[in-house]
C-alpha cells in the first residue's frame, strides 16, 4: 500500500522525550506527558499551539481526562504517584500516592474511579477520584504496562508485556475473571465506543489484535503493522488509527472490515496517537523529534459496505463539504442525506444492487467523488437450532439461512458473540450464559448491516417436587406423573435408570410410564431438559 505525507498538518513542539496524549471531552485541549522533562504540554487544538507547560513529578507517563473534563490524571513514574491537574487552572492540585512505577491508566466512564497499572508491583491500583486515595489493587500478571475500561464500566482490560497476556478485570468485585495468551509484547489497549471489542497492539508481532468482549477470546488480528505502539478508535467506531514506530507511520484500520485502508508517513518515532471528539483530527505524539502532529482524519465513507435493500446510514467525510446540494450513489440520488458541518455528511443509502462511486455535488455545479459503497446479498434467517437451552450457555448453536457469509457477530439480546464458524447457508456459535430464564431475540448481524431474527430460550435447571403413585409392579407399564419445575424442555425420563415412555403436560407435569425392573426395589426418577438434569432418589418403588 503506498503510503502518503501530504496529510501531514504542521508539528507541534512540546517538552522532551514525549509518550501519552489525552483529549478532553469538549475536544479544545491535548495534554501531552513529557517523560523527559517531567512536565505535561497543553496543546490548544484551535491554534495548534502549546498554551501552557505544567510541571509533575519525576517521569510523567500516562494520562487520562475525566468524563467532565474537570481533572486530568497523570502516572508519574518516577516517584510511584498519580498527579491531579485541575484543567480550568491548568495546575496540579494533588499528588496520589502509594502506586509502583505507575505506566497506563484510565477513569471510570463514571469518572468515580481511576485505574492504574503499577508496573514494578505486577498489579492494577485503583484510586477513588472523591477521596484521592488507593481503595483497592488487583495482583495480575508480569509487566503490566496499559488499561481500557469498557464503556459500562464493568470491565477492565490490562496489557502484560512481560507475561505477554492481556487480563480482564471485574471492576464490582476486583479480581482478574480471564487471562488472554498468546501474544508477543502487548503494548496499547482500547475499548470500541459500543464495548464490543478491544483492540491491543503487539509491538513484537506486528499486529493488531481484535478482543471480543463478550466470549474473552481474539476473533481477528490486522497483520502488517511494523512496530505497533500506540491505537485510537474514532468515536463512530468504524476507523482506528494506529502508531507505527518501526517505519515512522500511522495506519488507518477499517473496523468493518478489520484492513489497512491507507498508511500516512513522516513521523518521528510516533507513540501514541488521539482522536479528538468531532472525529476529524488525529494528534501523533513524535517521540523522535520531540513534536505532536496534527493529522486530519481518512476522507471517504464509513461504513463502505450495506444491504442491496438500502437504508444504510454513511458517513461521508472529506473536505469543503458544507456547501452540498446533493449526493448520489452510482446514478441514484441517496434516500436522504444531512450535512453535519464542512467536514462530514450523514447520508442514507439508496436501493441498489451493485458497487457504486459516492458523489456529492458542492453548490450548484461542482461535483466530485467522495467514497465508494459495495452493496451486498441481503442476509435471511431460516432456522436455529437448538431452540433452548440451560442459562450457564456453552452449547453450540447452529444458525441456518442464505447470505450469511458476511456475519460479524450473532446477538442473544444485548449480548455479542462472535460466530466459531462461517458458511453463507451456516453460521455456528457458542451459546453466552443468562442471568434469567426466559425467551431471547437472536440477531445476526452481517456486513451488509442485515438482520436475520429468532428466538432462543434460556430454560432454568429443572426440579422434581413429588411422583405419583410412587409405587408400581416390577412388570412395569404403570402410569404415573412427575410434578416439579422447569420441565417444559424435558427430554428424557428415565426409571431406576431405564429410559421411561413420557409426555410433557406443562412446565411443571409430565406423564410418564415406568419402564419393567429387574428386581423390587426404589428407583430414582430422573427428568433431563436443555436446562440440566434433576433426580428424586428412589421416587419411585417397584413391589
Same mark, same amino acid.
Given at each position: ?40 504540554? !497543553? ?240 494528534? !501523533? ?143 455456528? !456459535? ?114
Amino acid at each position: 500500500m503506498e503510503t502518503n505525507e501530504s496529510l501531514l498538518a504542521e508539528e507541534i513542539p512540546v517538552g522532551h522525550a514525549p509518550i501519552v496524549a489525552a483529549c478532553t471531552p469538549d475536544g479544545r485541549h491535548v495534554y501531552v506527558t513529557n517523560f523527559g522533562s517531567s512536565s505535561v504540554s !497543553v496543546i490548544d487544538t484551535t491554534t495548534r499551539s502549546v498554551i501552557t507547560t505544567i510541571g509533575v513529578t519525576s517521569g510523567p507517563w500516562g494520562v487520562s481526562v475525566a468524563p467532565d473534563g474537570l481533572r486530568a490524571y497523570v502516572a508519574c513514574f518516577g516517584n510511584d504517584s498519580v498527579a491531579v491537574i485541575d484543567t480550568a487552572t491548568r495546575t496540579v492540585t494533588a499528588s496520589i500516592p502509594g502506586l509502583n512505577s505507575p505506566l497506563g491508566l484510565t477513569v471510570s466512564p463514571d469518572g468515580s474511579r481511576l485505574y492504574v497499572a503499577s508496573q514494578g508491583g505486577n498489579r492494577v491500583d485503583v484510586i477513588s477520584t472523591a477521596t484521592e486515595t488507593v481503595i483497592a489493587s488487583v495482583p495480575v500478571g508480569i509487566g503490566p504496562r496499559n488499561v481500557a475500561i469498557t464503556p459500562d464500566g464493568t470491565e477492565v482490560y490490562v496489557t502484560e508485556e512481560g507475561a505477554n497476556v492481556v487480563e480482564v478485570i471485574d471492576t464490582a468485585t476486583h479480581t482478574v475473571i480471564a487471562t488472554l495468551t498468546g501474544f508477543l509484547f502487548p503494548r496499547m489497549v482500547t475499548v470500541s465506543p459500543d464495548g464490543q471489542r478491544v483492540y491491543v497492539t503487539e509491538y513484537g508481532g506486528n499486529k493488531l489484535d481484535v478482543i471480543d468482549t463478550a466470549t474473552h477470546t481474539v476473533v481477528d488480528t490486522v497483520t502488517g503493522l511494523p512496530i505497533p505502539f500506540g491505537v485510537a478508535v474514532s468515536h463512530d467506531g468504524l476507523l482506528a488509527y494506529v502508531a507505527r514506530d518501526g517505519d515512522d507511520s500511522v495506519s488507518a484500520v477499517d473496523l468493518i472490515r478489520n484492513e489497512i485502508i491507507d498508511t500516512v508517513s513522516g513521523f518521528h518515532a510516533p507513540s501514541w496517537l488521539v482522536v479528538t471528539p468531532d472525529d476529524l483530527e488525529v494528534y !501523533v505524539v513524535n517521540n523522535g523529534n520531540e513534536t505532536v502532529s496534527v493529522l486530519p482524519t481518512l476522507s471517504g465513507a464509513y461504513p463502505d459496505v450495506g444491504p442491496m435493500s438500502g437504508g444504510t446510514p454513511v458517513h461521508i467525510i472529506g473536505e469543503g463539504l458544507g456547501n452540498t446540494t446533493a449526493v448520489r450513489f452510482g446514478c441514484q440520488p441517496a434516500t436522504s442525506f444531512t450535512v453535519l458541518n464542512d467536514h462530514e455528511i450523514l447520508a442514507v443509502a439508496p436501493r441498489l444492487a451493485t458497487d457504486v462511486k459516492i458523489d456529492a455535488t458542492i453548490g450548484q455545479h461542482t461535483t466530485r467523488t467522495v467514497g465508494r459503497f459495495h452493496y451486498l446479498p441481503d442476509s435471511m434467517l431460516t432456522n436455529i437450532s437448538p431452540t433452548s437451552g440451560p442459562l450457564s450457555g456453552g452449547g453450540t448453536l447452529a444458525l441456518t439461512g442464505r447470505g450469511l457469509i458476511t456475519t460479524t457477530s450473532v446477538r442473544f439480546g444485548d449480548v455479542a458473540v462472535t460466530p466459531s464458524s462461517v458458511l453463507d447457508d451456516k453460521v455456528t !456459535v457458542t451459546v453466552p450464559p443468562a442471568e434469567t430464564a426466559g425467551p431471547v431475540p437472536v440477531t445476526v448481524v452481517t456486513r451488509s448491516n442485515s438482520y436475520g431474527r429468532a428466538t432462543f430460550t434460556y430454560v432454568g435447571s429443572p426440579g422434581i417436587t413429588s411422583v405419583t403413585p410412587s409405587t408400581g409392579s416390577t412388570a412395569g407399564g404403570d402410569p404415573v406423573l412427575i410434578v416439579g419445575t422447569e420441565l417444559a424442555s424435558t427430554q428424557s425420563v428415565t426409571i431406576g435408570g431405564v429410559a421411561a415412555a413420557f409426555g410433557v403436560i406443562s412446565d411443571t407435569r409430565i406423564a410418564a410410564i415406568t419402564p419393567p425392573a429387574a428386581a423390587p426395589g426404589p428407583a430414582n426418577v430422573t427428568v433431563t431438559t436443555t436446562g440440566g438434569t434433576a433426580t428424586a432418589p428412589g421416587a419411585f418403588i417397584y413391589t
